[in-house]
């Protein structure tokens, strides 16, 4: 089942909720968050739990006091274990007040500090300084503690997140701690996910502390799994031919740019469409006849010539846009494309130019949009860079504009169904950051679409496996050496491991 995503508000509204309407005493949400942090800490170190040399750094607020419940936990269980606390005692105030208290009778060692000491001697530090409300920008005190813990070489389990990360944003604005795990209370926060505080967080673990998962109903950006990706694969029963199993027309390349134009076409074919044909301009043809094999090319020379393509076949879906240049002619096609077909259609790349040139464009027809920042900032008349700090909300705010789904590529991808769900794609890698891999993936999408996915399905699975396959290449390549022909040549061995996972 899909994760939830909440931000730091909503997840205070949940907290509220559970304490008022389930009877769950806050007390006990602290305690239950601490003593899933400890359970991951026994888990990680099993038998060598013992020889621990744990540092527990704490602020004076609920994260600290989660801090303050591990350090408890671990008393007994490991060598030694010491508390440093970056507030002056008479700051905790509340559930933390609580467990400072506790664990100042138990006789567990509190250092007072304006600075932390070097870290170098212990083996385990617990960051549990700011938690997912943290706002703003941490001092150049609260810097120094970051870089003493950073600096250290000690494996570091930030507690809900990494301290200075926003949990709403994902924005590090100075500095922050770099965790190796973090244990998260309920479920996860979009700060974990979008950087670059995906990058501070280290591996994530969601611990349960009790709140009903009906409270978690109403949360609509979610990040999908390897089942729900699963579900949504096509399925061959065994009477299949190429007849019934779509027809997608590609309408990509130019001169320089026939590359766009073959990538997805080919990725199309590979992901499952019956029939591919290429719309390309007649003095192309014959470079893309040597490049591609399976796919059907359809030369035009004007205008004219391609509307009579649009007429004289029957596509189940359409690709727009790959490397077909920002030109007048470009506009023409789309507006050609909107007027003539009234199937499905993914526009992307130059086509997203394209749109953004038509006026009051509201789509009355299954449309997909996949624009990186660069291009969507034609849609938004703002900056790729100011869009890169928005992608949830900007994502939204573009399918809204054009009623259509809408997935924008990037770090992570993140796709907006029409008048539904936000997805945050948790595959991929820097890898990916090369000429053609998004190309691949509009034909993957396209192919998708043709076998009779939905298109929302379509949208939601292809960044999905387009990001495991490179992610699968990592094992055998580097990122470096990750490109749009490897990604396209090893769709099927994803697809195949994905169904047996």
Excluded at 180 to 189: A, C, E, N, P, W
Excluded at 308 to 327: C, E, H, S
Excluded at 347 to 357: K, M, P, Q, R, T
Aim: hydrophobic letters at 45%; glycine letters at 10%.
């Amino acid at each position: 089942m899909a994760i939830k995503v909440v931000t730091p508000e909503e997840m205070s509204g949940i907290d509220r909720k559970t304490i008022e309407d389930f009877g769950i005493p806050s007390f006990t949400l602290m305690e239950s968050a601490g003593r899933s942090v400890y359970s991951f800490i026994r888990s990680l170190f099993e038998d060598d739990l013992k020889f621990l040399n744990v540092a527990v750094v704490v602020g004076k607020g609920n994260n600290g006091g989660d801090g303050l419940v591990v350090a408890r936990y671990l008393m007994d269980k490991v060598s030694n274990v010491d508390i440093f606390l970056l507030s002056e005692a008479a700051a905790f105030k509340g559930d933390a007040r609580k467990n400072f208290e506790l664990v100042e009778k138990m006789g567990i060692n509190l250092v007072e500090v304006d600075v932390l000491p070097s870290l170098e001697e212990y083996d385990l530090i617990v960051d549990a300084i700011f938690g997912t409300g943290f706002r703003g920008q941490p001092d150049d005190r609260l810097l120094k503690c970051f870089e003493k813990i950073n600096l250290s070489g000690t494996l570091v389990i930030s507690v809900d997140i990494p301290s200075g990360v926003s949990g709403e944003t994902g924005e590090v604005i100075k500095g922050a701690v770099v965790a190796d795990y973090t244990i998260t209370m309920g479920t996860v926060k979009r700060g974990h996910l979008l950087y670059p505080g995906k990058a501070f967080t280290g591996e994530l673990y969601i611990a349960d502390i009790g709140i009903p998962e009906s409270f978690y109903q109403e949360i609509d950006v979610l990040v999908p799994e390897v089942d729900d990706i699963k579900a949504l694969l096509p399925v061959r029963i065994g009477n299949e031919h190429k007849g019934n199993m779509g027809r997608v027309l590609v309408v990509a390349g130019a001169t320089g740019f026939t590359g766009a134009a073959s990538l997805a076409s080919q990725a199309a074919i590979v992901s499952g469409a019956g029939l591919v044909y290429l719309a390309i301009p007649e003095d192309l043809n014959s470079i893309m006849e040597v490049k591609l094999t399976e796919v059907i090319t359809l030369p035009y020379t004007t205008l004219d010539n391609f509307e009579k393509i649009l007429n004289l076949y029957d596509f189940d879906v359409v690709a727009f846009g790959p490397g077909l240049g920002r030109t007048s002619e470009t506009v023409e096609k789309l507006r050609l494309i909107l007027d003539r077909f009234k199937g499905p259609l993914v526009i992307d790349a130059d086509g997203i130019w394209a749109l953004s040139n038509l006026k009051e464009t509201k789509f009355k027809v299954p449309v997909i949009l996949t624009p990186h920042p660069g291009e969507a900032a034609f849609l938004l008349k703002k900056s790729p860079a100011d869009i890169d700090k928005n992608r949830i909300e900007d994502a939204a705010l573009i399918s809204d504009s054009y009623n259509a789904t809408v997935v924008l590529k990037g770090a992570p991808t993140i796709i907006k169904i029409k008048n539904g769900n936000t997805y945050i794609n948790p595959t991929g890698n820097p890898g990916m950051a090369s000429g053609g891999v998004g190309d691949v993936l509009t034909g993957m999408i396209a192919g998708f679409i043709a076998q009779g996915i939905s298109p929302e399905d379509s949208a939601l699975i292809s960044p999905y496996i387009h990001g495991f396959v490179a992610d699968l290449l990592l094992e055998e390549e580097s990122e470096e050496s990750i490109v749009a022909t490897k990604i396209l040549e090893n769709i099927g061995k994803g697809l195949n491991i994905l169904r047996e996972e």
